[in-house]
């Protein structure tokens, strides 16, 4: 019974299944009794060819489980309950955020940033790569992050004093609670983030497709930063229905990657402007809005006066909701709500050279 | 159709199946067509075999009509509706998701589609008694959220039987979504597993996710793929009298994605969306497309922890 399934369902290429059914071979059931020379000499497919056409389609029934890419068999909600339950998201510092998200950027999602420049989003990608590598006995989930750049904006010495501040205050936190200090240092976090610069969409399409083989090798990866998504896709498309295929294949490939090695995803989109007759313009994540519909989570990250505020925007478990954060020497932080405490340690004195860009 | 192969009837034999390949009869359809007396000739087959082959072969393969009102008849046994939370949008509905129908939900971004379909996975639980197996493409299930609807609207007694009746699939792109749905049927016909003889509502979310990579271009298989998919869904809907909720998307001003050839798919389409000037958890669905019910009518709903509900 389980043989009736039509062979133009199975992923084989187009040439072969026109060959396939002009030579009467329709179904799965026509092929079982068939050896590969057989199916070779009736079709004029290659021998290679016909013995993979055969495995594809013969060993679904066996057992499905067994090749490479089936499909994960269905669990029940209460397993897939239990395993949310068991996966600690990314903490990002700045508790406000972290409430906001429901704990922290969660495994097994894509998180996306959106933002006009000069907002946080390199910021914020920085500091998750920092982050992801806090020990567990601190909440943390000591593990590693692949870091694509796609706009250059990536600054060694900004993780740096990102990396620094996190240290300081792991030990801190050690020093409290009785464990061992240096667990973390400012080399080892350095070590475990693998930078990736893209130049133009095919290198990070390529990097996406070579992701899996690099996670396998490294197996402590939790977290996949792209920054940002958008740079290359926005310049020099004429064709944008490539675009929008293109976009969506990669979308399908990083929540694919997301469930199978239970890491987080995290990209960032740039902000585009959108023409309404009869409505003021207004600010909108670019890439369009078949993008939209790719990420799990979105989050837009905007200004209001002098104050940066994040919006989450969507989400499959929290309500809509915003939180103020601020961008300190050390990273990504809460804002210190008194007024009168600013000017102490909390101090909202970016870097020189962030203060210089254009918002 | 198929191809004509040994043993489909007790006269094929291997044999008779290779002679019949080399006359150039290699499906079911060919046999049926060819002139009998000229086949027998050709291929030295004694002509009454060719006869009882074929008729047997028809037998098979054929479908036969049937009576209307026997069909209303098993219709109306085999039916059901399965009800909404929001009693509005269910008077909206005639009561709510049909069976055996393709029912469509389609919004932009964030306007609560897949918060519907967990709410809806609550409601066939509790109130259908069915279960309900959800396939998700794009990553966007949450047990934890559907564990927070099914707690704060049925308590905590509840929650580890409606948690244990949703059954999830994870199907990332088109071939996975094709085996998925055939492993459904098959587990459906062969009645070994007892959770399938209860199921009730299919849930794909999104399908939009996997039928975009496929389409356009140089691409020549994306458009007969999506119908595929589509024959698929609307076969398991009418076949084991299921309620197939689909989610797709909108892109720009309220167009709903995959054109015109997919709007031809789902019964009963509804358009979500979030109405301007309204409080942030507020939505309004309007139904767009029916074929048993006038549409145009529109309702409000509410989005809170509870799932949706109407909206006062």
């Known amino acids: 019974m389980q043989s009736q399934r039509e062979l133009c369902s199975f992923p084989i290429a187009p040439s072969h299944k026109s060959k396939l059914t002009s030579a009467g071979f329709l179904i799965t059931e026509d092929l079982k009794h068939l050896k590969p020379s057989e199916l070779s000499k009736e079709t004029g497919i290659g021998l290679e060819e016909c013995l993979e056409i055969l495995k594809l389609v013969c060993s679904e029934s066996v057992d499905g489980s067994k090749r490479n890419e089936a499909p994960k068999p269905a669990v029940s909600a209460l397993e897939r309950l239990k ?162 295929r293109l976009l969506t294949t990669m979308a399908q490939s990083f929540i694919k990657r997301a469930t199978e090695f239970k890491i987080a995803i995290v990209l960032t989109n740039q902000m585009t402007t959108k023409f309404s007759p009869g409505e003021d313009s207004r600010l909108v994540p670019a890439l369009g809005e078949s993008w939209g519909h790719a990420s799990t989570i979105r989050v837009i990250l905007y200004w209001e006066g002098q104050k940066r505020w994040a919006w989450l925007y969507k989400s499959p478990s929290k309500k809509e909701s915003r939180v103020p954060y601020q961008i300190t020497m050390g990273g990504v932080r809460d804002i210190v709500t008194s007024p009168a405490d600013n000017s102490n340690d909390q101090s909202d004195d970016e870097p020189s050279s962030k203060r210089q860009k254009v918002s | 159709m198929s191809a004509v192969r040994p043993n489909l009837c007790p006269q094929l034999s291997e044999d008779v199946v290779s002679k019949l390949r080399s006359a150039g009869v290699k499906t079911v359809v060919d046999l049926i067509k060819t002139d009998l007396e000229g086949l027998a000739l050709e291929t030295s087959l004694p002509y009454k075999d060719l006869v009882i082959i074929r008729r047997l072969l028809l037998a098979q393969f054929s479908t036969f009509p049937v009576n209307c009102s026997d069909f209303y008849l098993t219709t109306i046994a085999s039916s059901s509706i399965i009800p909404t939370p929001a009693e509005k949008l269910n008077e909206l509905l005639d009561g709510g998701l049909y069976t055996s129908e393709v029912t469509e939900i389609a919004g932009e971004i964030s306007s609560g589609k897949t918060q519907f379909c967990l709410s809806l996975c609550v409601s066939v639980v509790m109130k259908a008694r069915q279960n309900v197996v959800f396939i998700d493409t794009c990553g966007g299930f949450s047990a934890d959220r559907l564990a927070e609807i099914a707690e704060s609207l049925y308590g905590e007694e509840h929650l580890e039987h409606i948690l244990q009746s949703v059954k999830v699939i994870e199907a990332f792109d088109i071939f996975h979504l094709m085996t998925a749905l055939q492993t459904i049927k098959d587990k459906m016909v062969k009645k070994v597993d007892p959770f399938y003889d209860t199921l009730k509502l299919l849930v794909v979310d999104s399908i939009t996710a996997v039928i975009y990579p496929s389409l356009g271009g140089q691409q020549m298989d994306g458009h007969g793929l999506m119908v595929q998919l589509s024959l698929k869904l609307r076969h398991l809907a009418a076949d084991f009298s299921l309620c197939v909720l689909v989610v797709n998307n909108v892109i720009g001003d309220g167009k709903v994605s995959l054109g015109k050839t997919w709007s031809h798919v789902p019964h009963c389409r509804l358009l979500i969306s979030h109405p301007k000037d309204q409080e942030s958890n507020v939505r309004e669905l309007v139904l767009i497309k029916s074929s048993r019910l006038a549409t145009g009518g529109k309702t409000k709903i509410g989005i809170t922890e509870k799932g949706i509900e109407d909206w006062t």
Request: proline share 4%.
């Open chain 1, 83 to 244: 395993e949310e339950q068991s996966l600690p998201p990314i903490i990002t510092f700045s508790e406000g955020l972290d409430n906001m998200l429901g704990g922290g950027v969660p495994l097994c999602k894509i998180t996306e940033f959106c933002g006009a420049p000069g907002v946080g989003k390199t910021q914020m990608c920085m500091q998750i790569a920092v982050d992801v590598q806090i020990p567990s006995q601190f909440g943390g989930l000591q593990g590693e992050a692949v870091y694509i750049d796609t706009e250059g904006s990536f600054i060694v010495e900004r993780l740096v004093d990102i990396a620094k501040a996190t240290v300081d205050h792991c030990n801190e936190m050690a020093r409290l609670e009785g464990f061992k200090e240096g667990e973390i240092t400012v080399e080892s976090v350095l070590s475990g983030v693998h930078f990736y610069r893209c130049h133009d969409y095919v290198e990070l399409l390529a990097t996406v497709h070579l992701l899996p083989e690099f996670i396998k090798k490294h197996p402590k990866i939790k977290v996949v930063l792209v920054d940002s998504v958008a740079f290359h896709f926005r310049h020099d498309f004429d064709d944008l229905s490539l675009r929008t």
